[in-house]
């Protein structure tokens, strides 16, 4: 019988970052795993290597082992989270981030005006801010297992401030049915148990109310191609890449009803750069000055062929929009 994604199988012993490595999927239970790769923690604030297995029946991608709660803390402290920021400035403006916001809330406005919205993983609440310019009587709450959600807070971009996961014990039943829209963009694979944090987004989420699910496609021809260089694999930071398929049916088996799955405008033009980014993190100055050519090429190809490629396999991330028909 498949065992539970919260009880692993014990073969090995592990450091106090990692629990023990399990021997099937945390998805589907199926034994036959491959290894999808092998990485380091591209800021090298810790030594060894990553490694994301693959289950050969379902295809989800998940880190095995997989960091422990000690762990989890450690790749989302702030001064973690503003190495991670500076290191994607040299790919992703902040301008180019609140353009995508924008047209994100804009493609969201079909949806019937909420009277409150929480946003999952918001950080500093990038998203809600650039949300009410589409729905200015929406109640825009923040939740994040960073201290960035109190910033946002301070500086008004949510009017109030969760700190944790969804599966933070007792959270889940304080927001209880509080909410009309649950968005999570680039969330779920943060999460060390995406079923339970599925189960409770639904929680808070009223009946009829809608929830947003944005993720990186496991599926994209990019990963086969770049391979570590691949900046959705995250590894140390992503537990879990959930494949459309798996996500879709998990969502139905809880009582929703799909309305969109979207492949084409959640792609974020990249991965050639990214690739280029990560190649030289660790190299010498030198080395990263004579690579500034090379990236800003593979930036230009990037959003060159962003819209062909985003109609591709090479599609980076998928969103889906669910209604909760449940009670």
């Excluded at 402290?77 to 991670?84: N, T, V």
């Amino acid at each position: 019988m498949p065992t539970s994604p919260l009880t692993p199988q014990i073969t090995t012993p592990h450091d106090p970052f990692q629990e023990p490595r399990r021997e099937d999927c945390p998805w589907c239970g199926s034994p036959r795993l491959r290894t999808r790769l092998r990485a380091p923690d591209p800021l090298r604030h810790r030594s060894g290597r990553f490694v994301l297995d693959a289950c050969r029946d379902c295809g989800h991608a998940f880190q095995n082992p997989r960091l422990s709660a000690e762990g989890l803390a450690f790749f989302h402290r702030d001064f973690y989270e503003r190495h991670l920021e500076e290191f994607a400035a040299q790919f992703r403006s902040a301008r180019a981030v609140r353009h995508r916001h924008r047209a994100t809330a804009w493609r969201l406005s079909a949806l019937r005006e909420p009277e409150s919205w929480l946003d999952v993983g918001t950080g500093r609440g990038g998203f809600p801010e650039a949300a009410k310019e589409f729905f200015p009587y929406t109640s825009f709450d923040g939740l994040d297992p960073t201290a960035r959600v109190e910033q946002a807070l301070l500086e008004g971009r949510v009017e109030e401030a969760h700190r944790g996961y969804l599966t933070t014990p007792g959270m889940a039943a304080r927001l209880r049915a509080r909410y009309d829209v649950v968005t999570m963009f680039h969330h779920l694979q943060h999460a060390p148990d995406p079923r339970a944090e599925l189960r409770a987004a639904l929680t808070v989420l009223r009946r009829g109310g809608h929830l947003v699910v944005e993720v990186p496609d496991p599926r994209c021809l990019f990963a086969t191609l770049l391979g570590r260089w691949w900046l959705p694999y995250g590894q140390p930071r992503h537990l879990h890449l959930v494949p459309p398929a798996n996500l879709r049916a998990e969502l139905r088996s809880l009582g929703c009803t799909i309305l969109v799955t979207d492949r084409t405008a959640p792609h974020v033009p990249y991965d050639l750069s990214a690739a280029v980014a990560l190649a030289v993190a660790q190299a010498h100055p030198v080395v990263q000055l004579a690579a500034i050519p090379v990236q800003t090429l593979a930036s230009a190809l990037d959003h060159g062929c962003a819209p062909l490629l985003r109609r591709t396999r090479f599609s980076n991330a998928y969103r889906v929009v669910a209604r909760k028909d449940g009670g």
